[in-house]
């Protein structure tokens, strides 16, 4: 695994060099610093966990020749505070790659401090007519909706991990094919750290003024999949929905499909405030025995649901032109438990911007039921 990390680590080397060396080449550099303090407790009388987050991200492109791009992007983070004291399981998580070429390097693991780097994105691209072939760690985005994406199964992600916007990629090869400026055909193909394979198939068009796809694949090396896509408006509303089937490749007993429904609408109010709804249903959800679930681990498309129904709703008030206000709940009857979360965000100059964002679980895992605070106060500088 490491020989795999050299080798590719001194071809993107000698590509920037490339583009360096040629002054009708370009490179493009930009990323962001954030300071993140964060507290965890069950109620006010309950003792806090108390952590503190440096995050620098470096995203670097370079344009070798007019239909060929490479990139790399690197996450840098240095954790402080409880968490870190907890032990080897958390100096693990920080450290895990689930990539099939491990980039994650815990450089620094002590008692009370971690500096982790990890490359996120390490890919070249090349374009010709109506061709695009993409290669290396990228990210395959597939969804249609806001929060739940059974379409996204390359990398599925979790809605409350608002700090990694970027969201996870893939080690992957990416075939793009644009018949028309509203239709293109898709495959690709991943692997991870366990060898396990997806691979699929998209097609996407328009009909009827709606944005429509339609994929087929086989997930994980565990499941076939197909699933459907759309987005458009009715009315003043955005509607956007999809679906996807997970059939088991195996035949073991007990074992059955998993079919996730998700629609949504977003609809733009006056003042620049926005409302969006969005719900799903699933005839298999994930049996979540805890909060941690929801932030831990590598998700699947097809792991999204801790409830039969789910529900979400959010409405993002722009109070002035340099301050927004949002608040959003989730509800899982399943779990006869409910998700809430206010945030604000404030632009203090042109490139530095301070948040403050709480969330709150409440719900019953068994017979027992447990709530959750998260507090969050983050500063972050994009350059």
Not at 364 to 372: A, I, L, S, T, Y
Request: charge should be negative.
């Amino acid at each position: 695994m490491k020989g795999k990390t050299l080798i590719l680590l001194l071809v993107a080397l000698q590509l920037f060099k490339a583009a360096a060396q040629d002054p009708e080449k370009k490179i493009a550099f930009n990323g962001y610093l954030t300071s993140m303090q964060s507290v965890i407790f069950e109620t006010l009388s309950d003792d806090f966990i108390n952590d503190n987050l440096i995050h620098n991200r470096l995203n670097f492109k370079g344009f070798i020749t007019p239909g060929l791009t490479f990139a790399a992007e690197l996450r840098n983070r240095v954790f402080t505070g409880d968490m870190v004291r907890t032990g080897p399981f958390y100096l693990d998580f920080i450290g895990t790659d689930p990539g099939w070429i491990d980039l994650s390097w815990n450089i620094l693991s002590k008692p009370s401090v971690i500096v982790n780097s990890k490359i996120d994105r390490l890919w070249l691209d090349y374009s010709l007519d109506k061709f695009q072939v993409t290669i290396g760690r990228q990210r395959i985005n597939w969804g249609q909706t806001f929060v739940w994406n059974p379409n996204d199964i390359f990398n599925a992600y979790s809605f409350f991990d608002f700090d990694y916007i970027e969201r996870p990629g893939s080690d992957a090869v990416r075939i793009q094919f644009f018949p028309t400026f509203s239709s293109a055909v898709e495959l690709a193909v991943k692997t991870d750290s366990y060898d396990k394979i997806t691979a699929a198939g998209l097609f996407r068009f328009n009909r009827w003024g709606y944005d429509l796809q339609l994929l087929a694949g086989y997930v994980d090396s565990d499941d076939f999949v197909t699933g459907l896509g759309w987005s458009g408006v009715i009315g003043s509303s955005s509607f956007r929905g999809e679906g996807s089937w997970f059939i088991p490749a195996g035949n073991e007993p007990g074992m059955k499909g998993t079919m996730l429904v998700t629609a949504g609408i977003d609809r733009v109010l006056k003042d620049n405030s926005m409302l969006q709804m969005q719900l799903m249903y699933c005839n298999n959800p994930l049996d979540l025995n805890n909060f941690t679930g929801l932030y831990t681990g590598t998700l699947s498309a097809k792991d999204l649901a801790f409830s039969e129904f789910s529900a979400f709703g959010q409405f993002t008030w722009a109070a002035a032109p340099l301050i927004n206000i949002t608040i959003s709940g989730m509800w899982f009857p399943d779990l006869k438990g409910f998700f809430t979360g206010p945030s604000a965000d404030f632009s203090l100059a042109e490139n530095i911007d301070f948040s403050f964002i709480w969330q709150y679980f409440n719900a019953r895992f068994g017979v027992e039921r447990r709530k959750m605070n998260l507090g969050f106060m983050r500063i972050k500088y994009s350059f």
